[in-house]
């Protein structure tokens, strides 16, 4: 499967600490996104990473990609309870065409900030 | 700019019965995909369609079809519903470019008792 695995399950830390979450998953990939849920709501995407980059940031994410052990980790830094959420990250297909096409997700990381 | 809208948001079906889901994309979204998501098996891909067209199809029962219309808006329907088929059923848009990734709906709850 090409699905993604996302470690670890659960997380808790206190606010103004930084959260990582890695994510491994199994075959080539055209890119890889993360994406965040608050509970039962629709996913919110938060970064796309393509597979020849290594490194991306936006405001106070960091996504970092090795393509060689099929990878990536997500760091938040200074953590709010706001951040409070489930993250997926998502794999997409190297024969995507010309959408995006489909995407594998792993089962989550559910991150905790307490105030 | 308006986001990806999804109708219903909540449902309540019998068993045997049949649903449609509505998803309305964002404007200038070709693409769209629909999602599955259960507390069992995560978030399962159903399909993509792209100008009317069904790109991709996961694997799920004949039961569950689509469809998108010329003015992209997507349909999605399970015929003869089953207690399994209880789940939040999620809508994304995208452009062609990949650089923005996948809008998403807030989804459908489908319960089926």
């Known amino acids: 499967s090409q699905q993604g695995e996302e470690d670890p399950q659960a997380l808790s830390i206190q606010e103004g600490e930084n959260a990582t979450m890695n994510c491994s998953y199994k075959?080539?990939?055209?890119?890889l996104q993360w994406y965040r849920q608050n509970s039962g709501r629709g996913l919110v995407h938060l970064i796309l990473?393509?597979?020849?980059?290594r490194e991306k940031h936006s405001g106070r994410l960091r996504v970092t990609l090795d393509t060689s052990k099929k990878s990536s980790s997500l760091l938040i830094t200074a953590s709010r309870a706001a951040d409070t959420a489930s993250y997926f990250c998502?794999?997409?297909?190297?024969?995507?065409?010309?959408?995006?096409?489909?995407?594998?997700f792993g089962r989550g990381t559910q991150l905790t900030v307490w105030p | 700019k308006a986001g990806v809208t999804q109708t219903p948001r909540y449902l309540i079906k019998t068993r045997g019965q049949q649903v449609t889901l509505s998803c309305s994309p964002i404007?200038?979204?070709?693409?769209v995909s629909w999602y599955q998501q259960t507390p069992g098996q995560g978030l399962q891909f159903l399909f993509e369609?792209?100008?009317?067209?069904?790109?991709n199809k996961g694997n799920f029962p004949g039961r569950f079809s689509g469809r998108q219309f010329s003015n992209s808006r997507s349909e999605m329907n399970v015929s003869t519903l089953e207690l399994g088929d209880s789940a939040l059923y999620l809508c994304?848009?995208?452009?062609?470019?990949?650089?923005?990734?996948?809008?998403f709906g807030s989804g459908t709850r489908l319960t089926v008792v």
């Open positions: 994304a848009s995208s452009s062609q470019g990949d650089r923005y990734g996948y809008t």
């Open positions: 075959t080539s990939i055209n890119n």
């Open positions: 990473i393509r597979s020849n980059e």
């Open positions: 998502a794999t997409g297909p190297l024969d995507r065409g010309s959408t995006l096409g489909r995407l594998y």
């Open positions: 404007s200038g979204h070709r693409s």
């Open positions: 369609y792209f100008s009317e067209t069904q790109r």
